[in-house]
């Protein structure tokens, strides 16, 4: 009985203490997994690789943003989705991605839980290599639509925590996405 008292407690001294920061600004970074599925990612290059590329690795991101009140607000990340790599017999191709998003971002706060969406576009360079080489074909500079959602909870006013689940909408690889753990502070 004590323990449902002190759990009772800490959630409505959380939800008092989200009406603290229901807008302004937030700093944060994030850690997941990328996954890239596409096909003919060398297609055009000397080293023409015609199967599907199924590959994923750690990525990371730092972002900022701006809540104007605690159902919308913007955010700008940094995104370095890693080098995903695959063996096509001797030659290993790797993909390396990174860029900048800006998002639109819409959240449903429940309490000290929140559920959020975001959509945005990604601005990013693509590198491919393959066996060391870089395929100048293949990569580039490039933009897409970004976009997720997730499910976060704010802790002691300013700490919050999310994970989230992000899909890439990429020419080549349409099906391409990331799983994020985040923390942001809300000041």
């Known amino acids: ?3 449902l008292a002190v759990l009772i ?13 229901d807008s302004g ?16 990612i060398t297609s055009g290059a000397a080293a023409n690789i015609n199967t599907e590329f ?10 900022a943003g701006w809540r104007f009140n605690r159902f919308i ?8 989705f890693g080098k995903p790599n695959q063996d096509y017999g001797t030659t290993q191709v790797e993909a390396r991605i990174n860029g900048f998003a800006p998002y639109l971002t819409g959240t449903l706060p429940l309490g ?4 959020f969406v975001k959509a945005g576009y990604l601005f990013y360079d693509l590198t491919i290599k393959a066996g060391g080489q870089k395929i100048d074909a293949a990569s580039g500079s490039h933009e897409d639509l970004i976009g997720g959602g997730g ?19 990429a020419a080549k690889a349409n099906r391409s996405d990331a799983v994020w753990l985040s923390g942001a502070w809300r000041f």
């Not at 199924?54 to 972002?63: I, L, M, N, P, V």
């Not at 499910?151 to 909408?169: N, R, V, W």
Request: proline share 1%.
């Open 112 to 115: 000290p839980i929140e559920f």
């Open 73 to 80: 607000g913007i955010e700008a990340a940094y995104i370095d």
């Open 9 to 21: 407690m800490l959630v409505g001294s959380v939800s008092v203490a989200l009406a603290d920061n």
């Open 25 to 40: 600004l937030y700093l944060g970074a994030g850690v997941g997994t990328f996954k890239l599925k596409a096909r003919d």
């Open 54 to 63: 199924d590959s994923d690795d750690t990525a990371f991101k730092g972002f």
């Open 1 to 3: 009985m004590r323990t």
């Open 151 to 169: 499910i976060g909870i704010t802790l002691f006013g300013h700490l919050h925590a999310d994970i989230e689940y992000e899909h890439l909408d």
